[in-house]
């Protein structure tokens, strides 16, 4: 029953509390601020060393609707994600993720199998202009708002709105769509792990300020400027046209850096057949006065010459002794004429890293390419409006993710998924072997779009799905008849799976209770309980069912499902991750008897799952000693 488990730990249906996890935390590391189950904040301040803050004033950033932010963030989730395998490509072997759904509750559901395993976020949010769409939070049950938005519940007025100025709360309501999840996302980073975020003008102000509250001030790397517009915009009110946008740029922990901009090494040659190989001229004066560094300056004599060459103004770089030996290891450059300056040869083999910093402002593509590039993938029709450019895109990835690092990239405000394109098109270009995972609401775009092989377009979710499935045509018939020349250690990943956000296929057994009101009567409570004898909805799948026990309890998506052969008269499935190399064993069949699961060979570490009703008391206790049992 749903109400309670009669054999063994009953499995997770909601996802991990965040609240609950953080207070776990606490008691590891202040166990003596507890009394009673609660945190003692006198106790914990002075375990801290600090009884009273007596200053009247303290900086703190708050906003209308912070409380509930952090309360919509602390609401366990009690969605699932089902695999929509008609709208994905390759689905058993490709490891790129599309999810469709509210990210901030797709979020949470992969906030216990990704924890700590993305090595780059880009995210591009609603700029809250006055027509963005913000999500339409609701913090009291965040999968029944969504599920209305979206038409998959009857939607009472439930549609999705824009953020009027004259709302009262324009910055606010913004703030608090983005706190809760840029706070999951900071959890899901590797140790490594950087995140940028896309944003313009309206609120790059508060967008620095939640992103040091969330990531830590200290770990703010930079604010990227982006000169996105090609040519100047004469229309402007202001008379001043607004040519960029930010990048802003975060770590998860005081580590990560990016890698820098590319060394020009056409400028290294080898015109004298040095041994040392290429080099390059560089300059030899110094930047100190003859008060400052008088060691510094001195007159330069040629040796094979006598020609002297005076010393400049703020002297040599080097001191007499380290000049002399640079001149008799060859690496002073001697000016023919005497009017000239002697300089040194700098080696490229000596060179230290192939990389120098890359500068702040990023002249690189314009936000017309993104335009042109969309439009050509979808048949000359324009589909949406400002997408980001795929070299844009590319340009991140190359400065947070290496080619060979399995590196897991994140967006979960995906839009027309360049994201996905420039992982897979980067992928080719360096062999690498990045994955992506694409998060994006169904949002609706404003008309319907037909192309030419019959697609509908309805929603935004649809434009990124179909843009990916033609990538991946391209890049395969790009491939038709030439020689392969392929020097990748694992396959090329031209696929995706689709996975869409959904109601639980568990039943809702408090919420029903106290929707309902049952009265104490016993007849009425037996009959309710009858209903839950069950604990799966109408209509459910096995494979909807394991997907959904899968992640609860830990696992990836990227998981490879198949059933036990060896057990011919139950339908018994061995689940495996891949990533995180575990496994278990789940049966959904309605009635299961211990003898027929000895072929199974379970040991003590290993999980076995089942509907709770389908065991009998003796076999429950032989499998608990056998293996871990969880019962639905």
């Known amino acids: 029953m749903s109400g309670g488990n009669r054999h063994g730990e009953p499995v997770i249906k909601e996802t991990t509390s965040i609240l609950n996890e953080r207070i776990e935390q606490l008691k ?18 002075a375990s801290l060393g600090s009884f009273e803050d007596e ?58 199998s990704y924890f700590g395993r993305v090595k780059m976020i880009y995210i591009d949010p609603p700029y809250n202009t006055g027509n963005d769409f913000i999500y339409p ?77 969330v990531f830590g001030e200290e770990n703010f790397i930079c604010a990227l400027i982006w000169k996105r517009r090609q040519n100047v915009d004469s229309r402007a009110k202001t008379g001043v046209s607004v040519d960029h946008e930010y990048l802003v740029v975060y770590r998860k922990v005081g580590k990560s850096r990016l890698r820098g901009q590319e060394k020009d090494l056409t400028k290294y040659n080898n015109p004298d057949d040095d041994p040392r190989g290429p080099w390059l001229s560089g300059d030899l004066t110094g930047l100190a006065t003859k008060e400052q560094r008088p060691n510094l300056h001195y007159d330069l004599i040629n040796p094979e010459t006598g020609d002297l060459y005076p010393c400049p103004e703020n002297g040599w770089r080097y001191c007499q002794a380290t000049m002399a030996r640079l001149i008799k290891d060859g690496r002073i450059i001697w000016p023919p004429m005497l009017s000239g300056r002697p300089r040194m040869k700098r080696y490229q083999n000596e060179l230290s890293e192939e990389f120098t910093g890359l500068s702040s402002v990023l002249t690189t593509v314009y936000n017309t390419q993104g335009t042109r590039e969309l439009k050509e993938i979808f048949d000359g029709k324009e589909v949406m409006d400002f997408p980001k450019p795929v070299e844009y895109i590319k340009l991140i990835l190359q400065q947070a993710t290496t080619p060979d690092g399995n590196d897991i990239v994140l967006d979960f405000f995906a839009g027309s998924c360049t994201s996905a394109q420039a992982v897979m098109e980067l992928n080719r270009q360096d062999d690498g072997n990045r994955r992506f995972i694409m998060v994006q609401l169904p949002e609706p775009i404003e008309s319907a779009k037909t192309l030419d092989n019959g697609t509908i377009l309805k929603t935004i979710a649809d434009i990124g799905k179909e843009r990916i499935r033609r990538i991946i045509d391209k890049m395969n018939n790009a491939d038709k008849g030439q020689l392969s020349l392929d020097t990748r250690e694992t396959p090329e990943d031209l696929g995706f799976k689709v996975f869409k956000l959904a109601g639980s ?53 990227n998981l490879c499902i ?17 990533d995180k190399n575990q496994r278990f064993f789940i049966c959904l069949d309605d009635k299961i008897q211990f003898e027929e699961l000895g072929k199974l060979a379970l040991t003590t570490d290993e999980l076995f799952i089942c509907r ?21």
């Open 137 to 213: 939070d609701n913090y009291t049950d965040p999968l029944d708002t969504y599920l209305k938005v979206t038409g998959q519940k009857d939607a009472d007025g439930n549609m999705l709105t824009s953020n009027p100025e004259t709302g009262g709360r324009y910055h606010s309501a913004w703030l608090s769509m983005m706190y809760p999840r840029l706070f999951l996302a900071r959890q899901l980073l590797r140790e490594d792990g950087v995140i940028f975020v896309s944003i313009d003008d309206h609120e790059v102000y508060n967008l620095r300020l939640i992103m040091n509250e």
């Open 612 to 632: 709770d009703s389908a065991i009998d008391d003796e076999s429950a206790a032989n499998l608990a000693l056998q293996c871990r049992l969880k019962t639905i």
């Open 505 to 557: 296929n568990f039943k809702p057994w408090d919420e029903a209770v106290k929707a309902d009101r049952i009265s104490l009567d016993p007849e009425v409570y037996a009959a309710q309980m009858e209903i839950f004898t069950d604990p799966l909805v109408e209509g459910w799948s096995a494979e909807n069912v394991v997907y959904e026990v899968a992640v609860k309890e830990g696992y990836g998506l």
């Open 28 to 45: 590891q590391i202040f166990p003596e601020v507890f009394t009673e189950g609660r945190v003692d904040f006198e106790k914990l301040r």
């Open 55 to 112: 200053r009247p004033e303290r900086y703190t950033f708050n906003w209308a609707g912070k409380r509930d932010a952090i309360r919509l963030l602390q609401t366990p989730c009690r969605a699932t994600l089902i695999p929509a395998k008609d709208e994905s490509v390759n689905f058993d072997s490709t490891e790129h993720l599309f999810i469709e759904g509210d990210n901030l509750e797709v979020l949470k559901l992969l906030y216990k």
């Open 562 to 578: 198949e059933r036990v052969e060896t057990i011919k008269d139950l339908a018994v499935y061995r689940v495996n991750d891949p």
